[in-house]
């Protein structure tokens, strides 16, 4: 293809496209409303994983490089909003469906995927492979697929087969095509007039069905669900609550769950957390993959398993380590298993999410601990604080050499000088709390041949060590309430505005009076109204959704 | 194939593009020197590649430069952070005093410096470039008869893949980031011999196209009430499917032989270690992948990234990152520079010494790779401490063809770094007369540079 064709082709689809919506006029917009769509999420990598686990089982590799995620307002799920995909994002993309593909529909798995029979094997046939791709296509595409679609599979489906003689290969270039779609690597949410409020829209059963299934399971809609959806029954709060309850109930919450937390607390850096090999020697992959995983199986027990409160996260001595972790926490290994649970001592310093190496080693520079970047990721992670850009032209001439002495003199500097001090004042007293661990998380009392000071002033609290962190986040009410913001915003895929704002009151008082309990606020959630509410996306001037009754919002937060 | 780039194709190019790219001053040079190379079919193109370092180099308001030469022009001085230059210095030319002009926007640390070489505006916000980066619109111009369009590559064994190239500014590239990612990509089962003499056209192509049609036949449905950025983010996706396409055409049809082309062996992955001696290693065997990926004419553009900007690599050993340092490192009053820092600018700059030197290796025609490409070499700052915008470091390194005057000191003045930016976009042969906004709008390229 070269540059000509290329531009001319540009040119001719914004006609076609600008014809398109002009042609729209107000006496058509019932069909045109129907078309509307509200939202446009990029799969995640887990996502991905769990939907082809679900849809076509456990043992199917998933081998790719996943492109990269991005983090807005503290949450993977709302940069998934903003993202695309590139060039050899799609690329990788191709090449994993393909391999799923052939997997699929190898002679081993095919008679359990493909339930229908051909009438003959070296050749195509269409009712089998409709029956294919209208099974699978719905899962994938978490909804039915129109003719147009099922068409298209079926004439590249009977393409391949008469090529290669084989009904199965022709099946797989279908199944590939599935794979590829942007309805599969992105959640397309769609909106519908509302029956009971026809001036007003309300999101499509199934796009429902999605944001239940993605919030609880990390995963795509199972049949119950998907039937649900077909039918309309999703849109009574009576299937809601049932579907809702059904879904906790499941093991694959855990699946949710882990994914929640995993985006919350930011647990994506440790595939690549480097440390310098001649300063943490103990330092490894296997130690960063371990130390994410300590994290998450903290996290998981208290919360989903136990169901215990909330703020015992910040407090609780119990943890779970495995041989490359106990090297590093100095605990003798005693388990045969691959890990093993362990409580600290009552007067150790671990205690709680914020000991573990695992958040001290992810937010600390390659060769030391960085107070800052502590103290920046408690505010932001726990109590959804975001911390400014630093200013440009700071000057650091106050700034002396720092291989003396501790941490706390540099950062002092910083909470004296004006440009400085306004952020440096709320997020450093947290991290140097934290002193006593260094740069990987290993106990130390010394840096540089002089005792560490872990004593901190936060506005008119004082605190000591991070046993003071941990009592001060666990008495903190922003803490709760950060929780709950995250909980829907990840689960809507949209920052919070000021008009949320009661909504969010009334869902953390109650998460409050349910003693702090995880699955219960996620089951408010779920089953709420709000959860399902749409936000008219910004268009062009004149588009048929001007017209909607759906305010546009501006954003309040913060 | 031949003639991509004449008057219509450019005038096309006009009303299909936006306005910032409009071209005409720009048609004399661009038929001059491009449309009569292309046009006698000559077999060395043209390749294209933009290289990033983190934390610029040591010029500091004492007046203890590092870096900029005395002498302006031809001949210039090697400077002691330039020194890793000295091999390729005559295909260098080296661009001092540019700087990124805000417009009331703020200097957003360790981003707006090189957001504005690469998208001509100081952005609003540091997640996102406010345009596209123009190594894209280069890779539109140069990329499309080739099997990768770009190839985006990045050595600095960070916490998160980085690379600098975006189409919609809030999309970034996803690199390349270890040697066997890039051989893989390059190299691994699809890579197609350019000098084997029985190639046959592989029929699984033609099935894998009629998977991608089933995806693209879908594109008007689903543009359909979409909002103005889910729009945005669904064109990404369908531009991406067209370069699979592409690349799928492209290995249907019989390669032209390359005699420079010969297969590497598969590289090891070393440790994920992010001190400066690991990446310069890094940078080494990838560029050496690189240059033989060009050569094997499986790209003609590419984006490298050698450390990010807020950049944490740092000496084996030392515990303080070179960030940490720029910073903290106090002015050595009798030299007027901070040495630590110098010191690291000089292990970073053996990266891009030792990158050059790669492309300078492989033999191409009279001369060698680089000859025929041009890189634009550059930083996200001028002088760290203070997070300047002012005097970013930047290169153009290799002749392109024989169009860069090369080897030449020029002094920018406070001119727009995005003059430098559309003179390397010229060079490279993409039909594009201006470029940036606001005060960093420019028609105006370097012509001291430009044969």
Same mark, same amino acid.
């Given at each position: 293809?070269?540059?000509?064709?290329?531009?001319?082709?540009?040119?001719?689809?914004?006609?076609?496209?600008?014809?398109?919506?002009?042609?729209?006029?107000?006496?058509?917009?019932?069909?045109?409303?129907?078309?509307?769509?509200?939202?446009?999420?990029? #799969?995640?990598?887990?996502?991905?994983?769990?939907?082809?686990?679900?849809?076509?089982?456990?043992?199917?590799?998933?081998?790719?490089?996943?492109?990269?995620?991005?983090?807005?307002?503290?949450?993977?799920?709302?940069?998934?909003?903003?993202?695309?995909?590139?060039?050899?994002?799609?690329?990788?993309?191709?090449?994993?469906?393909?391999?799923?593909?052939?997997?699929?529909?190898?002679?081993?798995?095919?008679?359990?995927?493909? @339930?229908?029979?051909?009438?003959?094997?070296?050749?195509?046939?269409?009712?089998?492979?409709?029956?294919?791709?209208?099974?699978?296509?719905?899962?994938?595409?978490?909804?039915?697929?129109?003719?147009?679609?099922?068409?298209?599979?079926?004439?590249? %489906?009977?393409?391949?087969?008469?090529?290669?003689?084989?009904?199965?290969?022709?099946?797989?270039?279908?199944?590939?095509?599935?794979?590829?779609?942007?309805?599969?690597?992105?959640?397309?949410?769609?909106?519908?007039?509302?029956?009971?409020?026809?001036?007003?829209?309300?999101?499509?059963?199934? !796009? +429902?069905?999605?944001?239940?299934?993605?919030?609880?399971?990390? !995963?795509?809609?199972?049949?119950?669900?998907?039937?649900?959806?077909?039918?309309?029954?999703?849109?009574?709060?009576?299937?809601?609550? +049932?579907?809702?309850?059904?879904?906790?109930?499941?093991?694959?919450?855990?699946?949710?769950?882990?994914?929640?937390?995993?985006?919350?607390?930011?647990?994506?850096?440790?595939?690549?957390?480097?440390?310098?090999?001649?300063?943490?020697?103990?330092?490894?992959?296997?130690?960063?993959?371990?130390?994410?995983?300590?994290?998450?199986?903290?996290?998981?027990?208290?919360?989903?398993?136990?169901?215990?409160?909330?703020?015992?996260?910040?407090?609780?001595?119990?943890?779970?380590?495995?041989?490359?972790?106990?090297?590093?926490?100095?605990?003798?290994?005693? &388990?045969? %298993?691959?890990?093993?649970?362990?409580?600290?001592?009552?007067?150790?310093?671990?205690?709680?999410?914020? @000991?573990?190496?695992?958040?001290?080693?992810?937010?600390?520079?390659?060769?030391?601990?960085?107070?800052?970047?502590?103290?920046?990721?408690?505010?932001?992670?726990?109590?959804?604080?975001?911390?400014?850009?630093?200013?440009?032209?700071?000057?650091?001439?106050?700034?002396?050499?720092?291989?003396?002495?501790?941490?706390?003199?540099?950062?002092?500097?910083?909470?004296?000088?004006?440009?400085?001090?306004?952020?440096?004042?709320?997020?450093?007293?947290?991290?140097?709390?934290?002193?006593?661990?260094?740069?990987?998380?290993?106990?130390?009392?010394?840096?540089?041949?002089?005792? #560490?000071?872990?004593?901190?002033?936060?506005?008119?609290?004082?605190?000591?060590?991070?046993?003071?962190?941990?009592?001060?986040?666990?008495?903190?009410?922003?803490?709760?309430?950060?929780?709950?913001?995250?909980?829907?915003?990840?689960?809507?895929?949209? +920052?919070?505005?000021?008009?949320?704002?009661?909504?969010?009151?009334?869902?953390?008082?109650?998460?409050?009076?349910?003693?702090?309990?995880?699955?219960?606020?996620?089951?408010?959630?779920?089953?709420?109204?709000?959860?399902?509410? #749409?936000?008219?996306?910004?268009?062009? &001037?004149?588009?048929?959704?001007?017209?909607?009754?759906?305010?546009?919002?501006?954003?309040?937060?913060? | 194939?031949?003639?991509?780039?004449?008057?219509?194709?450019?005038?096309?190019?006009?009303?299909?593009?936006?306005?910032?790219?409009?071209?005409?001053?720009?048609?004399?040079?661009?038929?001059?020197?491009?449309? $009569?190379?292309?046009?006698?079919?000559?077999?060395?193109?043209?390749?294209?590649?933009?290289?990033? /370092?983190?934390?610029?180099?040591?010029?500091?308001?004492?007046?203890?430069?590092? /870096?900029?030469? $005395?002498?302006?022009?031809?001949?210039?001085?090697?400077?002691?952070?330039?020194?890793?230059?000295?091999?390729?210095?005559?295909?260098?030319?080296?661009?001092?005093?540019?700087? =990124?002009?805000?417009?009331?926007?703020?200097?957003?640390?360790? /981003?707006?410096?090189?957001?504005?070489?690469?998208?001509?505006?100081?952005?609003?916000?540091?997640?996102?470039?406010?345009?596209?980066?123009?190594? *894209?619109?280069?890779?539109?111009?140069?990329? $499309?008869?080739?099997?990768?369009?770009?190839?985006?590559?990045?050595?600095?064994?960070?916490?998160?893949?980085?690379?600098?190239?975006?189409?919609?500014?809030? *999309?970034?590239?996803?690199?390349?980031?270890?040697?066997?990612?890039?051989? *893989?990509?390059?190299?691994?089962?699809?890579?197609?011999?350019?000098?084997?003499?029985? /190639?046959?056209?592989?029929?699984?192509?033609?099935?894998?196209?009629?998977?991608?049609?089933?995806?693209?036949?879908?594109?008007?449905?689903?543009?359909?009430?979409?909002?103005?950025?889910?729009?945005?983010?669904?064109?990404?996706?369908?531009?991406?499917?067209?370069?699979?396409?592409?690349?799928?055409?492209?290995?249907?049809?019989?390669?032209?032989?390359?005699?420079?082309?010969?297969?590497?062996?598969?590289?090891?992955?070393?440790?994920?270690?992010?001190?400066?001696?690991?990446?310069?290693?890094? $940078?080494?065997?990838?560029?050496?992948?690189?240059?033989?990926?060009?050569?094997?004419?499986?790209?003609?553009?590419?984006?490298?990234?050698?450390?990010?900007?807020?950049?944490?690599?740092?000496?084996?050993?030392?515990?303080?990152?070179?960030?940490?340092?720029?910073?903290?490192?106090? *002015?050595?009053?009798?030299?007027?520079?901070?040495?630590?820092?110098?010191?690291?600018?000089?292990?970073?700059?053996?990266?891009?010494?030792?990158?050059?030197?790669?492309?300078?290796?492989?033999?191409?025609?009279?001369?060698?790779?680089?000859?025929?490409?041009?890189?634009?070499?550059?930083?996200?700052?001028?002088? =760290?401490?203070?997070? =300047?915008?002012?005097?970013?470091?930047?290169?153009?390194?290799?002749?392109?063809?024989?169009?860069?005057?090369?080897?030449?000191?020029?002094?920018?003045?406070?001119?727009?770094?995005?003059?430098?930016?559309?003179?390397?976009?010229?060079?490279?042969?993409?039909?594009?007369?201006?470029?940036?906004?606001?005060?960093?709008?420019?028609?105006?390229?370097?012509?001291?540079?430009?044969?």
């Amino acid at each position: 293809m070269s540059t000509k064709t290329y531009s001319v082709g540009v040119l001719l689809t914004a006609t076609v496209l600008a014809f398109a919506s002009h042609a729209a006029t107000p006496a058509q917009r019932p069909e045109q409303a129907a078309a509307m769509k509200v939202g446009l999420r990029r #799969i995640t990598e887990t996502q991905y994983r769990h939907t082809i686990a679900d849809v076509f089982g456990p043992g199917i590799k998933v081998e790719a490089r996943f492109e990269p995620e991005r983090r807005e307002d503290g949450l993977l799920a709302l940069g998934s909003a903003m993202l695309s995909l590139t060039s050899s994002g799609f690329e990788q993309y191709f090449a994993l469906g393909r391999s799923i593909s052939e997997e699929v529909l190898s002679e081993s798995r095919r008679e359990a995927a493909v @339930t229908c029979r051909p009438s003959d094997p070296a050749g195509a046939d269409d009712d089998c492979a409709r029956h294919f791709v209208t099974h699978y296509g719905e899962l994938l595409l978490r909804r039915p697929l129109t003719a147009a679609e099922i068409q298209s599979r079926l004439e590249i %489906s009977a393409r391949g087969a008469k090529q290669a003689g084989d009904f199965y290969a022709g099946l797989e270039l279908a199944l590939t095509s599935l794979l590829i779609a942007p309805d599969f690597l992105f959640r397309v949410e769609s909106a519908e007039p509302d029956p009971a409020h026809p001036e007003q829209y309300r999101l499509d059963a199934f !796009s +429902k069905a999605t944001r239940l299934s993605f919030l609880l399971w990390d !995963s795509t809609p199972d049949l119950q669900l998907l039937a649900a959806a077909r039918s309309g029954a999703l849109h009574s709060q009576q299937e809601l609550d +049932k579907q809702v309850d059904r879904m906790i109930a499941s093991p694959k919450f855990q699946d949710g769950a882990r994914a929640f937390f995993a985006d919350m607390f930011q647990l994506d850096g440790f595939g690549n957390l480097v440390k310098d090999p001649a300063i943490y020697p103990k330092f490894d992959q296997s130690v960063a993959e371990s130390a994410r995983e300590q994290m998450l199986l903290r996290s998981m027990d208290l919360l989903v398993r136990q169901q215990g409160d909330y703020r015992d996260l910040f407090t609780s001595r119990q943890s779970y380590l495995n041989r490359s972790l106990a090297a590093v926490y100095q605990v003798p290994y005693a &388990s045969k %298993s691959p890990w093993m649970a362990y409580e600290f001592p009552n007067d150790s310093e671990r205690s709680g999410i914020l @000991t573990d190496i695992g958040f001290l080693s992810l937010h600390a520079h390659p060769g030391t601990s960085s107070p800052t970047r502590r103290g920046i990721k408690v505010l932001e992670i726990f109590m959804c604080q975001a911390t400014p850009q630093p200013p440009a032209n700071v000057d650091f001439s106050a700034v002396q050499d720092s291989t003396k002495g501790t941490v706390r003199g540099r950062l002092l500097d910083h909470m004296e000088n004006e440009g400085c001090s306004g952020c440096h004042r709320r997020t450093d007293p947290l991290g140097l709390a934290l002193e006593h661990f260094d740069g990987l998380g290993q106990l130390r009392t010394m840096e540089n041949g002089t005792p #560490i000071d872990v004593s901190a002033e936060l506005k008119d609290v004082r605190i000591e060590g991070a046993r003071g962190v941990a009592e001060y986040l666990r008495n903190e009410p922003k803490v709760p309430a950060c929780l709950v913001r995250n909980v829907y915003s990840y689960g809507v895929g949209s +920052k919070t505005y000021g008009r949320d704002k009661a909504y969010l009151t009334a869902q953390t008082q109650a998460f409050i009076a349910s003693g702090y309990r995880f699955p219960t606020l996620v089951r408010q959630i779920a089953s709420s109204a709000e959860f399902f509410k #749409i936000v008219a996306p910004k268009s062009k &001037s004149n588009a048929p959704i001007a017209a909607a009754t759906v305010t546009q919002l501006q954003s309040t937060a913060e | 194939m031949k003639l991509r780039c004449d008057r219509r194709s450019v005038l096309k190019g006009m009303l299909g593009g936006s306005a910032v790219y409009v071209g005409l001053p720009m048609l004399d040079v661009f038929l001059n020197t491009n449309g $009569t190379a292309f046009a006698n079919g000559a077999p060395l193109p043209v390749r294209f590649g933009t290289y990033f /370092w983190g934390l610029g180099l040591t010029d500091t308001p004492a007046g203890g430069t590092r /870096w900029v030469p $005395t002498k302006v022009g031809p001949g210039y001085d090697l400077m002691p952070e330039l020194e890793a230059l000295a091999a390729v210095k005559e295909k260098v030319s080296v661009f001092s005093g540019f700087r =990124a002009i805000g417009d009331g926007r703020a200097n957003l640390v360790h /981003w707006t410096g090189h957001a504005s070489i690469l998208s001509g505006v100081a952005p609003a916000t540091a997640t996102r470039f406010d345009a596209a980066s123009f190594d *894209t619109k280069v890779a539109d111009a140069i990329g $499309t008869s080739t099997r990768f369009k770009s190839i985006d590559i990045d050595a600095s064994v960070s916490r998160q893949p980085v690379s600098y190239s975006t189409r919609t500014g809030a *999309t970034f590239a996803s690199p390349d980031s270890t040697p066997l990612a890039l051989y *893989t990509r390059l190299f691994g089962p699809d890579f197609q011999d350019p000098n084997s003499d029985d /190639w046959k056209p592989n029929p699984a192509i033609m099935l894998r196209q009629s998977v991608l049609s089933a995806v693209t036949e879908q594109r008007r449905e689903l543009m359909k009430g979409l909002g103005r950025d889910d729009q945005l983010k669904m064109d990404q996706y369908f531009s991406s499917v067209r370069d699979m396409e592409n690349q799928l055409a492209v290995q249907l049809q019989k390669p032209e032989k390359r005699e420079a082309c010969v297969l590497p062996q598969a590289p090891k992955d070393p440790a994920r270690i992010s001190s400066v001696d690991v990446v310069n290693s890094n $940078t080494k065997v990838m560029a050496k992948l690189l240059a033989m990926g060009l050569a094997c004419n499986q790209s003609r553009v590419f984006t490298f990234v050698h450390t990010s900007g807020a950049s944490e690599t740092y000496l084996p050993g030392q515990s303080k990152i070179y960030h940490q340092i720029t910073h903290d490192e106090p *002015t050595d009053a009798r030299l007027g520079y901070q040495p630590e820092t110098s010191k690291l600018a000089n292990e970073v700059m053996k990266g891009l010494g030792t990158f050059l030197a790669e492309l300078d290796a492989i033999k191409e025609g009279e001369g060698t790779l680089l000859d025929n490409a041009i890189v634009l070499a550059f930083s996200d700052t001028g002088y =760290a401490k203070i997070h =300047a915008i002012e005097n970013i470091p930047m290169f153009l390194a290799g002749r392109a063809g024989g169009r860069h005057k090369a080897g030449q000191h020029i002094a920018g003045k406070g001119a727009p770094v995005t003059r430098v930016s559309l003179t390397a976009m010229q060079l490279a042969g993409a039909p594009v007369g201006e470029f940036g906004v606001g005060s960093m709008k420019t028609s105006n390229p370097i012509g001291e540079v430009i044969a």
